[in-house]
């Protein structure tokens, strides 16, 4: 007999205000977000990056102005990326004790000590070439040789202050390298998040203009991975996990969320996933030409890296976020 009651109740009683907030199964917390910088030499300067509308290239003084409102946000941390005065065959502004991350690092410890430092270890903002390695002369990355140069950017950057080291090269061994060389110098708590599922992707676009890293010759796909595949990511985390790293990362982050899934339930561990330079531009121009509500966009891009099993998100888009969830 009927009870009268319906027997599919209806929706709107599961799915009431109140039960929501108790019920949500992905909420957003600014203390796992990592807001990314480009810094440059200078005095005074807030240079707009074209390619990435509200974002700038910070010269040290500013920069430091800027990180007020990341600390006072509760943000997690920072990502620097450094534009060097001078480039050359070797990249060697990156390992030098006065290169701009260098004296970033070291003005940023003095007056936020407790603020948290990621730096991007890579050569390609730095050589003449534009590549992530030393290059033979046939244009070939030297695999081997540049180990040796990343270690020493690595060491360079932990001992002016950095609390996490990112090498986002991709070339083979070298968190092993790495960390063998922190531990060298003694820098045995300085943790490792390797860039370790890197794809070859035309996201990265927007970045190459505002770190003037496009390649002068050839691309980056001999030392990317392809995006056709998944099980090659696998395969990489699981060799910089063994290697040593302590967090792994997924980049880019919004065609790769089957890649962040995938990878935390096969070894739940700290995951980070980066969300790239053509992710933010394209949300943010589809916004400026009234297209797009730019911050539901934000907050539901943001939950479904979340969803999808990342720890720690790393967007230009962070700070905009946690002001929204304020
Ligand atoms: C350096 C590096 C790149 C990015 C982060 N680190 C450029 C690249 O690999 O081509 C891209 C970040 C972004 O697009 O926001 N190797």
Same mark, same amino acid.
């Given at each position: 007999m009927n009870s009268g009651y319906p027997i599919v109740r209806p929706r709107r009683m599961r799915s009431s205000l109140k039960l929501s907030g108790l019920i949500k199964e992905t909420t957003l917390d600014p203390s796992k977000f990592i807001m990314p910088y480009f810094v440059i030499h200078g005095n005074s300067l807030?240079? @707009?990056?074209m390619t990435m509308p509200d974002q700038f290239r910070y010269s040290?003084?500013?920069?430091?102005?800027?990180?007020?409102?990341?600390?006072?946000?509760?943000? $997690?941390?920072i990502l620097l990326f450094g534009i060097?005065?001078?480039? !050359?065959?070797? $990249?060697?502004?990156?390992?030098s @004790?006065?290169?701009?991350?260098?004296? =970033?690092?070291? %003005?940023?410890?003095?007056?936020?000590s407790d603020l948290l430092v990621v730096t991007d270890v890579c050569l390609c903002d730095y050589t003449s070439h534009g590549h992530c390695g030393i290059v033979d002369e046939n244009g070939y990355v030297k695999n081997d040789e540049t180990l040796e140069y990343l270690a020493k950017i690595a060491v360079s950057y932990a001992k %002016?202050?950095?609390?996490?080291?990112?090498?986002?090269?991709?070339?083979? $061994?070298?968190?092993?390298?790495?960390?063998e060389s922190l531990d060298d110098?003694?820098?045995?708590? =300085?943790?490792?998040? %390797?860039?370790?599922?890197?794809? %070859?992707?035309?996201?990265?676009? @927007?970045?190459? !203009?505002?770190?003037?890293?496009?390649?002068k010759f050839g691309n980056r796909k001999s030392y990317q991975m392809d995006f056709s595949n998944s099980d090659e990511a696998i395969l990489e985390v699981g060799l910089d996990l063994d290697e040593g790293a302590d967090i792994v990362m997924v980049k880019p982050?919004?065609?790769?969320?089957?890649?962040?899934?995938?990878l935390k339930q096969t070894f739940k561990r700290p995951l980070a996933v980066y969300n790239v330079s053509g992710e933010y531009s394209m949300i943010k121009a589809a916004s400026k030409l009234g297209y797009l509500k730019e911050d539901a966009a934000?907050?539901?891009?943001?939950t479904s890296f979340k969803r999808a099993g990342a720890d720690i998100i790393i967007s230009y888009y962070s700070l905009h976020a946690a002001k929204i969830l304020g």
């Open positions: 807030k240079e @707009p990056i040290i003084d500013k920069l430091l102005e800027e990180l007020k409102s990341v600390i006072d946000m509760g943000i $997690g941390g060097p005065k001078h480039k !050359d065959e070797l $990249g060697s502004e990156s390992y @004790p006065d290169g701009i991350i260098q004296q =970033t690092l070291r %003005a940023i410890k003095d007056v936020y %002016a202050g950095a609390d996490i080291i990112a090498p986002s090269d991709m070339m083979d $061994g070298r968190v092993k390298k790495i960390r110098e003694g820098l045995v708590n =300085t943790p490792i998040m %390797a860039y370790s599922s890197k794809y %070859a992707s035309c996201f990265y676009e @927007p970045f190459r !203009d505002a770190a003037d890293c496009l390649p982050a919004l065609s790769y969320l089957d890649i962040i899934y995938k934000v907050i539901e891009m943001f």
